[in-house]
């Protein structure tokens, strides 16, 4: 039997990857299957040369080229496939063997493979066809070591510690003997062997039969090299002994044949070897020396294929030379590996003593110290239960204690709290007297703003009250005293009973000496109040007569301004519209006389602060009606004769179309000045009618005759006039409204005609164009709103200054209104062309000299105004102080012109008389000179 079938191992399906396709690297069973099938395909194709280590890649590149199968199949089944080549690599070829393969299997009927997959090189292909080859041609060899393999079905030869050699590394060992086994032999049925095994000196008699048989190429092809060896020993050595040498010629051609043969198989086994030093020499660098004489060596053996006797001798030797030292080497590392192993084990057996030996030593420490612990746990023990008893007995005794003690606690307490009820009610009265003087106080204080002006009795009743109060503070501070006491006394109670009882009694004592005390104080307070109201009382019959006073006063002040001929300041202040939920004003004070006190948040100290003074304010409350009754007189004064004009102006959103005609659909309580003015105006007077110019290019006059009419007018005018929302105002006014009413009369009286005309102007709001957010047109209009106010507020500083020049020309706002706000004694020459030619263009809109004029300044009372507020306010006490002159009355003028035109006609005539009387004197005189010449002549005295 082959000594190869002994160990032939065997690749079953598990040897396969379950995935078919490769052998997955990591796996180190993988690996150990590769290293089987490795060894399976070395065993059976020796000059395969297929390293053991062979990786993945290498091992398909061997198994997908086609000629490895046909090599197997022709292996394990001789001759079945006649001819293939070298291992090809060029895929034509590969699919050539492939079909090759595939037909040979057809033909022994074996399970046909796709040739698609076969060439495409998938390895599960590849490997079931391996597989199904082995099933086939080794059933005997399988048979063999099924028993003992099936459940081992690996093992890995290459390991030192197998029994016996790598197949593989014999192989490599030996490469010549890699030669077909036994089994195989037996198996396909040839021994070819036994075709080379002759009797000693027979060969030159050997017969041609037998000579072809032994030269048929798979005869020499399957014969073993031993066997061909001995062939040519055989002939080499009859040869030999055979004098003369010579040997038949079948028997040489045999020989060639047989050498040939051998030549063959030592260049593949060198070119084996060559790739075998290779590798070799990639993996261990010592063997390099060595591995270099194997390839001198083997180079060699190729150039002396001549001698193969020779060649073979010395490559067997290196060959054997090296198992040699491989196997030394192998034993040494084993003898290393043992030594090693002797000393791990000597090792390991001493630590597990030590190890032992410590534990033996900590286990009888640890019994003793839990022996002792148990000891002092008992005696711990023992003590504490004594220890607990008497604990528990003090508790008890503590408790029993603690209980009366808290009893104790309790009574004093409640003694403590009929304390504290009776100090509360005593307190709740002095809260009670203190409230009263609270309001004393207040009364006081309320009546100290009343009598201002009287500060004598004031001083009075003020050093009463402080009086009252230090006698109210002593009685504080006796209180107070007497709580202390009692607080000191109620911390002893806690601690001393009987002393405790003993302060409760001086504390009533002290209680009641406080009541009856209370009951002086508040007798004495009842007096005083009784003093107080009647003071109180002439108190304020003083401040009636005051208010007399003040109303006369103002009066007359009214009446002087008049006579200056001021513009009239009236100042209103609207109240928060609906829904503004920040409600702080900026108004911090409306006198009754006309002052007014603003604050400006962004201004510190006396600059927070700003008084000013008109002729009247209007508060938040002032309804319309209010408003109008201030202004009604002037009216009246139209009719008289005078120029008026009524101008609203203010902050945009203050108010001023309120003011000046009301709310947006209103009613007849709401109406504005404009409405109420006109309806004055028509109720007194009876005609008009005379229509004239204006200064407002497209402007023109309409003569009306009732209320109504002036009102469709205005709602012309209204519609007229441009209106947009802002950020400050959603119904904005975004241009002046100015209706003029001109009236002219007759007095009946004097049978003089009057001529006049009245004003009443709504201005457009001036406006921080930052905060109303206009732009596009909107912002167009604040700007000659702006422009147009700041021009009438030149006019207003002209004035006020007493200017030589008053730029009225500077807008039509201020032309509009020159009638109203010229100021006659001072005029100059410019002015009266101004006037002259303000006549010419609005017939004489100012024929009635000063008018009487009067503005309304609006506040708007939000604190985020106040900058704009306390600008309205000072250009509004600018207008103040401007002096227009005393208003004429146009019927005045009408009187004065008369008389002038009277006195001239009787100056005239009064010229003429005394001319004629001259006249008439001269001629007597004349007549008186001749009449003294005659008489002198003839009588010279007469
Ligand atoms: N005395 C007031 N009582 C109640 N509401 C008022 C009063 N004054 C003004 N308002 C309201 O305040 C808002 C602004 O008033 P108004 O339109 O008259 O301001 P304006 O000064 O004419 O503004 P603009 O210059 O932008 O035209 C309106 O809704 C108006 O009804």
Not at 400 to 427: D, F, G, M, P
Request: contains cysteine; aromatic residues 4%.
């Amino acid at each position: 039997m082959d000594p190869l079938a002994k160990d032939y191992p065997r690749i079953n399906r598990s040897t396969i990857s379950t995935n078919g396709d490769v052998f997955e690297p990591s796996s180190s069973n993988n690996a150990k299957q590769r290293g089987t099938l490795v060894e399976w395909l070395n065993c059976v194709l020796p000059d395969l040369n297929l390293p053991i280590n062979a990786s993945d890649e290498e091992l398909r590149a061997f198994l997908v080229d086609g000629s490895v199968l046909c090599r197997v199949l022709n292996k394990l089944k001789p001759g079945t496939i006649t001819e293939f080549g070298a291992p090809v690599s060029s895929s034509q070829s590969r699919s050539e063997n492939v079909s090759r393969f595939l037909s040979a299997m057809d033909k022994l009927g074996l399970p046909r493979f796709q040739a698609a997959d076969l060439e495409k090189g998938s390895m599960k292909i590849v490997l079931d066809c391996l597989l199904t080859l082995q099933t086939h041609f080794l059933p005997t060899i399988g048979r063999s070591n099924e028993s003992t393999q099936r459940d081992e079905p690996f093992r890995m030869l290459t390991s030192p510690s197998s029994a016996s050699d790598s197949k593989f590394q014999r192989v490599l060992r030996s490469p010549i003997r890699a030669e077909p086994s036994a089994a195989l032999i037996n198996h396909v049925g040839h021994k070819f062997h036994e075709v080379f095994q002759l009797k000693q000196g027979s060969y030159t008699d050997i017969p041609a039969a037998k000579i072809s048989e032994m030269m048929k190429s798979n005869s020499l092809d399957n014969a073993p090299t031993q066997s061909l060896l001995c062939v040519v020993n055989g002939i080499l050595d009859e040869s030999i002994e055979r004098k003369n040498g010579e040997i038949p010629h079948r028997v040489a051609c045999l020989l060639r044949k047989v050498v040939q043969e051998i030549e063959r198989r030592i260049s593949t086994q060198a070119e084996h070897l060559r790739t075998q030093n290779n590798l070799f020499k990639a993996r261990e660098e010592k063997y390099q020396s060595r591995i270099r004489v194997l390839e001198a060596l083997a180079a060699g053996t190729s150039e002396e294929a001549q001698s193969p006797r020779n060649n073979i001798e010395v490559t067997k030797k290196v060959e054997e030379q090296y198992a040699e030292r491989l196997m030394k080497e192998k034993e040494s590392y084993n003898q290393e590996i043992a030594k090693l192993k002797q000393e791990l084990e000597i090792a390991r057996r001493k630590h597990e003593e030590d190890y032992n030996h410590e534990a033996a030593v900590l286990k009888q420490e640890l019994e003793k110290a839990k022996r002792k612990y148990e000891e002092q746990s008992l005696h711990l023990k023992s003590e504490a239960t004594g220890s607990q008893q008497e604990l528990e007995n003090k508790l008890k005794e503590t408790v029993s204690q603690l209980t009366e003690s808290r009893n104790e606690v309790k009574e004093l307490e409640n003694k403590q709290k009929e304390a504290v009820r009776q100090l509360t009610e005593s307190t709740n009265k002095v809260k009670e007297l203190e409230s009263k003087q609270q309001e004393a106080v207040n009364q006081l204080t309320e009546s100290r703003n009343k009598v201002k002006e009287l500060e004598a009795k004031h001083d009075e009743a003020v050093s009463q009250l402080a009086a009252t109060r230090n006698k109210v503070k002593e009685l504080e501070a006796f209180s107070e005293s007497k709580y202390q006491s009692w607080s000191k006394k109620q911390h002893v109670y806690h601690r001393f009973t009987k002393v405790q009882l003993g302060a409760l009694r001086e504390l009533r004592f002290a209680s009641d000496s406080i009541r009856q005390e209370l009951v002086g104080a508040q007798k004495s307070y009842s007096e005083d109040f009784s003093t107080l109201g009647t003071r109180i009382k002439a108190m304020d019959d003083a401040a009636k007569n005051y208010h007399s006073l003040l109303a006369e006063n103002r009066k007359m002040h009214n009446e002087l301004q008049e006579l200056k001929g001021n513009i009239r300041v009236y100042c209103r202040v609207r109240p928060f519209l609906p829904g503004v939920k920040q409600k702080q004003s900026t108004v911090e004070y409306i006198g009754e006389n006309g002052e007014i006190v603003v604050v400006n948040p962004s201004k510190q100290g006396k600059e927070a602060r700003r008084s000013f003074k008109f002729n009247k304010i209007y508060g938040p409350t002032a309804t319309q009606a209010e408003v109008f009754a201030d202004t009604q007189p002037l009216i009246q004064s139209v009719l008289d004769g005078y120029n008026v004009c009524i101008l609203a102006y203010g902050q945009t959103g203050s108010g001023k179309t309120y003011t000046m005609t009301g709310p947006d659909g209103a009613s007849e309580a709401e109406w504005g000045v404009n409405y109420r003015a006109l309806n004055d105006l028509f109720r007194i007077s009876q005609t008009t009618t005379q229509p004239n110019g204006l200064a407002v290019p497209d402007a023109s006059i309409h003569p009306v005759s009732k209320t109504s009419d002036v009102l469709d007018l205005m709602s012309i005018g209204l519609k007229n006039r441009a209106r947009g929302a802002t950020a400050l105002n959603e119904r904005s006014s975004r241009s002046h409204s100015v209706v003029s009413i001109h009236a002219r009369g007759t007095d009946l009286k004097g049978n003089s005609s009057i001529r006049s005309s009245l004003h009443l102007v709504d201005l457009a709001g001036s406006e921080r164009v930052d905060r109303s957010e206009v732009t596009g047109d909107r912002l167009k209009e604040a700007q000659h709103i702006n422009k147009s106010l700041s021009a009438l507020g030149d006019v207003i500083f002209a004035l006020a200054q007493k200017n030589a020049h008053v730029p009225y020309r500077n807008s039509k706002l201020t032309q509009v209104l020159q009638s109203s706000l010229v100021y006659s004694p001072n005029s100059t020459s410019e002015n009266k062309k101004n006037e002259k030619l303000m006549r010419n263009k609005s017939c004489s809109l100012n024929t009635g000299g000063q008018a009487k004029t009067l503005m309304f300044v609006q506040l708007n009372p939000d604190i985020g105004s106040a900058t704009e507020s306390i600008s309205t306010l000072k250009f509004a006490e600018r207008v103040s102080g401007v002096e227009l002159g005393a208003a004429k009355s146009s019927k005045d003028v009408r009187d004065v012109r008369d008389l002038m035109e009277q006195a001239s006609i009787l100056v005239s005539s009064l010229k003429d008389t005394i001319a004629e009387k001259d006249e008439e004197i001269e001629r007597l005189q004349r007549l008186k000179d001749l009449k003294n010449m005659s008489t002198g002549e003839q009588l010279p005295t007469s």
